[in-house]
């Protein structure tokens, strides 16, 4: 069946190290891919999509880019901040798939030290 | 956007009671959806809450177990109900909402469930 594979945490970083934080998927079709964040204490947050192969979706200097050839969607930014301390989940959703039945990793905890 | 709260935030409750975990929008939706997060686990979906008319399940969850009110199209309910140590989990309700030609979900905060 469909799957979310995303890198164990906790991952612990200083603040403006470079972050990747990786996710592999099995599908068949074509699935959308995201990113969502869950800060401390608050839901779920959609952090950034993909809908299509080679598609890069990025917010907030995150950034991660849609590859079909290695079906991977990983995540990164340049600099982090104490402020994106939170758990990072991978995501997709199979194209034509019913809304609502998003398939998601088991999440990577994220810790920024100052 | 969309901006969701759920009752209770946590509860600790006893093997065999049942809990009623509520959730708000302040918006009116079409989509919702109630997911589980178990300790280390990923997310999974329970059902869909469709107002008017029975939930729908996902494999594995029953409407006994699980049963589900939508009343109107900012509001449902989730009773976990006969709770064993197993039901443990984050309860997380979750709304979709078009704009435009895009749809994007939004999660409520969860419900913390320790069943002792």
């Known amino acids: 069946g469909d799957s979310v594979t995303q890198m164990e945490g906790p991952v612990t970083l200083s603040e403006e190290a470079f972050l990747t934080i990786n996710c592999t998927y099995t599908?068949?079709?074509?699935?959308?891919l995201f990113w969502y964040v869950q800060y401390p204490g608050e839901g779920l947050q959609l952090l950034l999509k993909a809908t299509k192969a080679d598609d890069k979706g990025s917010n907030k200097g995150f950034e991660a880019t849609y590859r079909k050839e290695t079906t991977s969607f990983h995540l990164e930014k340049g600099s982090v901040q104490v402020s994106d301390s939170a758990v990072y989940f991978c995501?997709?959703?199979?194209?034509?798939?019913?809304?609502?039945?998003?398939?998601f990793g088991k999440g990577t905890k994220l810790s920024v030290k100052p | 956007s969309a901006v969701i709260s759920q009752k209770p935030s946590r509860d600790i409750c006893q093997r065999g009671t049942s809990l009623t975990i509520q959730c708000q929008v302040d918006s009116q939706v079409t989509m919702m959806f109630w997911y589980r997060q178990q300790p280390g686990q990923s997310l999974t979906l329970i059902a869909t809450a469709n107002q008017g008319s029975e939930a729908t399940y996902e494999s594995g969850f029953v409407i006994d177990k699980f049963p589900i009110s939508r009343p109107n199209l900012t509001f449902s309910t989730l009773t976990v109900s006969n709770m064993s140590p197993e039901d443990s989990s984050i309860y997380l309700c979750s709304v979709g909402k078009l704009a435009g030609v895009n749809y994007e979900q939004y999660f409520g905060p969860g419900t913390r469930l320790t069943v002792t």
């Open positions: 995501a997709l959703r199979k194209y034509g798939g019913s809304q609502g039945n998003l398939i």
């Open positions: 599908a068949t079709g074509y699935p959308s």
